[in-house]
């Protein structure tokens, strides 16, 4: 079945510090990928996402490219922000006729002053 | 345009009792998805309904049930608790089935 796969947290790091968090993933087909961020006590928010291979999705300074080749959807961000500190979850949307979404299991993002 | 939102915020349940969460989908959203989140973990698809039907089923027992009305609001039933269905309860609606979702602030369970 589908999978994502997403590197192990917490990610620490310095404000204005450069952020990549990894994201690889298994599925039939040609899913949309997505990147989801939580705030304590908060639902999920859609920070981005791409359809298609080749498609960058970008959002708040955030970037993540749809890699077909090495099933990858990396998030990045040249400078993060105190602000920035959250939980980030890759997801991809169901994929060879599923309707299943599924979720990485997140990777908490702490951001120092 | 409203956002998703889902009541209660918190609940506490016996062990054995039965429990209704509830969710409002964002306006012009005709599908809902509820998911199931463990403390540290990624949220675990439990189902899914698109115009009142069900659409689509993670892997949970069916004593997790759901319905859509037509105003596309959802219910979510859980009987016979167990201790493990402690967890953050979250509502998602979107307009299509694989589109993005939009998730509400979610149910805090507890079950004792």
């Known amino acids: 079945g589908d999978s994502v796969t997403q590197m192990e947290g917490p990610v620490t790091l310095s404000e204005e510090a450069c952020l990549t968090i990894?994201?690889?993933?298994?599925?039939?087909?040609?899913?949309?990928l997505f990147w989801y961020v939580q705030y304590p006590g908060e639902g999920l928010q859609l920070l981005l996402k791409?359809?298609?291979?080749?498609d960058k999705g970008s959002n708040k300074g955030f970037e993540a490219t749809y890699r077909k080749e090495t099933t990858s959807f990396h998030l990045e961000k040249g400078s993060v922000q105190v602000s920035d500190s959250a939980v980030y979850f890759c997801?991809?949307?169901?994929?060879?006729?599923?309707?299943?979404?599924?979720f990485g299991r997140g990777t908490s993002l702490i951001v120092h002053p | 345009e409203t956002g998703v939102t889902q009541s209660p915020t918190h609940l506490i349940k016996t062990r054995g009792q039965q429990v209704t969460l509830r969710c409002s989908s964002q306006?012009?959203?005709?599908?809902v998805s509820w998911y199931q989140q463990a403390l540290g973990q990624g949220p675990q698809f439990i189902f899914q309904?698109?115009?009142?039907?069900?659409?689509g089923r993670g892997n949970f027992p069916p004593r997790f049930s759901g319905l859509q009305f037509p105003n596309y609001s959802s219910e979510l039933n859980v009987n016979a608790l167990e201790l493990d269905d402690s967890a953050l309860y979250l509502c998602?609606?979107?307009?299509?089935?694989?589109?993005?979702?939009?998730f509400g602030p979610g149910t805090r369970l507890t079950v004792t």
């Open positions: 998602a609606s979107s307009d299509v089935g694989l589109s993005e979702q939009y």
């Open positions: 990894n994201c690889t993933y298994t599925a039939t087909g040609y899913p949309s």
């Open positions: 791409a359809t298609k291979a080749d």
């Open positions: 997801a991809l949307g169901g994929s060879g006729g599923s309707y299943i979404p599924t």
């Open positions: 306006s012009g959203h005709n599908t």
């Open positions: 309904y698109y115009r009142e039907e069900e659409n």
